[in-house]
């Protein structure tokens, strides 16, 4: 199969869908892998370091997408990028359809087979191409929010871990997954006071048994959230609804309660966001402020730390990577059905239930299209 991956074009998108050790794994598995030249620049990755792995360099995305079987990205295509897809070409990347129905559409009209990384499941129930880049934002949401609750960048100007003599921050953390237990560990190293929300009972329990006493928890609730926010410099929106809208937990008319320049980092953003007044930004412009509170909403946090994100996802996707240019990605998903959790789109069909929901879209099951 020829495996092809461009260089990502999303503003401030520095991370590269393909690592050199990951196109040398598919060379040796017999595929061709074709990457434009520069797609690694912003990682680290210089073309040399794809050449000595067996892969070609193509100068433009147009030559990219033209010639593979396969498109391997990070992030969603962009309006020109779904332009070069085709029919019956296999797309394999992050996607976050459920609020973007431009994307949807023209994915749904190029007759793509289109595979989402963020819906990918495991034995565990767990997300695992997903969990890597939930890691890296659930790490970077304190730092990024301590940054924004600098006085000069229009926060509180409140230190996270305070000094002796002076309180530290208080920050609410809402969802116990991945990114919320990666955000509570580090916003806790840091010395603040947090907060860990979530409606899974047992999830609230392992984190009490793991980390008792380096945060606290809370079931969360509507009535439990009001009466946290008037108290906190910085909520964290860590919720995720695989594949679906992120629900809002926190609205407009409520931000009059909390403190001016208190900040929220809405971790949620790609697939919506969690806050009623959030909407996306990029890390040139990252933050806004609405009735007195920072708002933090990158789309795309984890393409600050290019390197470490681009690594981490590598060792995720490759081997589903080579299931699918080893098999043909209906061979692939007919024998791994966490695979098949994937599959999005297909010749034009919507084939993920929570997307159609979000969108009103009809969707066809999964397992029609590869028995058919």
């Known amino acids: 199969m020829k495996i092809g991956c461009p260089k990502e074009i999303k503003p401030q998108e520095f991370r590269v869908g393909m690592t050199p050790n990951a196109a040398q794994e598919a060379v040796n598995h017999g595929h061709e892998v074709l990457i434009e030249t520069g797609a690694g620049d912003g990682s680290g990755f210089a073309d040399d370091a794809y050449i000595a792995a067996g892969a070609r360099i193509l ?24 332009k070069m897809l085709r029919e019956g070409q296999l797309l394999f990347t992050y996607l976050h359809l459920a609020p973007d129905e431009a994307q949807t559409r023209d994915l749904l009209a190029s007759g793509c087979t289109a595979i989402a990384y963020e819906t990918v499941t495991d034995d565990n129930g767990g997300l695992p191409l997903l969990a890597p880049m939930s890691e890296v934002a ?27 003599g002076v309180p530290p921050a208080n920050v609410v953390v809402i969802g116990g997954g991945v990114v919320g237990t ?24 392992y984190l009490d048994d793991v980390f008792g006493g380096t945060f606290k928890t ?67 412009d990252p933050i806004y402020e609405v009735d007195g509170v920072m708002h933090y909403c990158v789309a795309n946090m984890p393409g600050a730390v290019a390197r470490t994100s681009t690594i981490a996802l590598g060792n995720a996707t490759m081997p589903f990577m080579l299931a699918l240019a080893d098999k043909g990605w209906k061979q692939a998903c007919a024998d791994d059905p966490h ?28 397992q029609k299209v590869i028995k058919g």
């Open 339 to 366: 695979l098949l959790e994937g599959l999005n789109v297909h010749a034009g069909q919507l084939t993920y239930y929570a997307v159609g929901k979000a969108l009103g879209i009809d969707v066809v099951s999964p």
């Open 182 to 205: 990666h955000a509570a560990r580090i916003a806790a190293g840091m010395g603040a006071e947090v907060t860990v929300l979530d409606r899974s009972l047992p999830r609230l329990r």
């Open 59 to 82: 100068g433009t995305a147009e030559e990219v997408f033209a010639t593979a079987d396969m498109i391997v990205k990070v992030k969603e295509p962009q309006a020109g990028e779904r």
């Open 218 to 284: 809370g079931y969360s609730s509507s009535g439990l959230v009001e009466e946290l926010l008037p108290r906190a410099d910085m909520v964290i929106g860590a919720v995720l609804i695989p594949g679906a809208a992120a629900p809002k937990l926190v609205t407009r008319a409520q931000l009059s309660s909390m403190k001016p320049g208190a900040t929220l980092v809405d971790v949620a953003i790609d697939q919506g966001g969690c806050f009623e007044t959030s909407h996306a930004t990029t890390h040139q």
């Open 138 to 164: 659930g790490r970077l949401a304190p730092q990024v929010g301590a940054w924004t609750l600098q006085k000069a960048n229009g926060g509180r100007g409140v230190l996270m871990g305070g000094v002796p």
